[in-house]
């Protein structure tokens, strides 16, 4: 079973910082990885994914890889309070590591303060 | 477009009751999973449908069954309900080989 850690948090940060949040996984070969955000009482949703390749970047969102470390960070600029939330990271396990198959951290949860 | 439907959005089942879950999604995707979470557990993977006629284990499958009724519907049946599946259920779908569009979710409680 390939591990997906985070921290759980509560990442507190003022409004206007950059928020980072970081996923360790244990698979070194993993090639994908994604981040979905969860507001309380809500079914979560897919902000980014990224793979292997290379790091993305999609408006005030930035996924990044370190492979040397096995870990994934996604940084939220200009935090708004509308970003406090669980966020959980995922990649996939299995054999041939589908991306059918997604293991979940538990999440970390950020709060942005106005 | 109401993307991804989940019915009922509460239930409450005595132990050894039956009853299933359904998912429908109108967007015309391939894809559909069933996921559970429970407090400190994260979202677990119960079963997936790459395509219509389809679907394969995920984490967690015991004391559970699929049918992927068609392109747009994937059910979840708890054939013999136990305290252990209180959970919340979220179904999900995807055009990728990942869950993209959540639905909003069961919440339910097995007594």
């Known amino acids: 079973q390939k591990e997906v850690e985070q921290n759980s948090g509560p990442l507190s940060v003022p409004e206007g910082a950059i928020a980072s949040l970081n996923c360790t996984y244990s698979d070194r070969g993993s090639q994908s990885f994604f981040w979905y955000r969860q507001y309380s009482g809500k079914s979560p949703e897919l902000i980014m994914f990224?793979?292997?390749?290379g790091d993305k970047e999609d408006g005030r969102f930035t996924a990044q890889l370190n492979k040397a470390s096995q870990y994934v960070s996604l940084l939220i600029r200009d935090s708004q309070p509308s970003d406090s939330a669980t966020y959980l990271c995922?990649?996939?396990f299995g054999s041939g590591g589908s991306n059918y198959k997604l293991t979940f951290g538990k999440g970390t949860l950020l709060t942005v303060n106005p | 477009n109401a993307g991804v439907t989940q019915t009922p959005k509460f239930q409450v089942l005595k132990t050894g009751q039956s009853m299933t879950l359904q998912c429908a999604q109108d967007?015309?995707?391939?894809?559909m999973y069933w996921y559970r979470q429970d407090p400190g557990m994260g979202l677990r993977l119960i079963y997936y449908?790459?395509?219509?006629?389809?679907?394969d284990k995920g984490e967690v499958p015991n004391g559970y069954n699929v049918s992927r009724l068609n392109k747009r519907e994937f059910s979840l049946r708890l054939e013999s309900a136990a305290p252990s599946q209180t959970s919340v259920y979220f179904c999900?779908?995807?055009?990728?080989?990942?869950?993209?569009?959540f639905g909003a979710g069961t919440r339910l409680s097995v007594l």
């Open positions: 967007m015309n995707h391939n894809s």
């Open positions: 449908s790459a395509s219509e006629g389809t679907t």
């Open positions: 990224i793979y292997s390749n």
């Open positions: 999900a779908s995807s055009s990728n080989r990942f869950p993209w569009y």
């Open positions: 995922a990649v996939p």
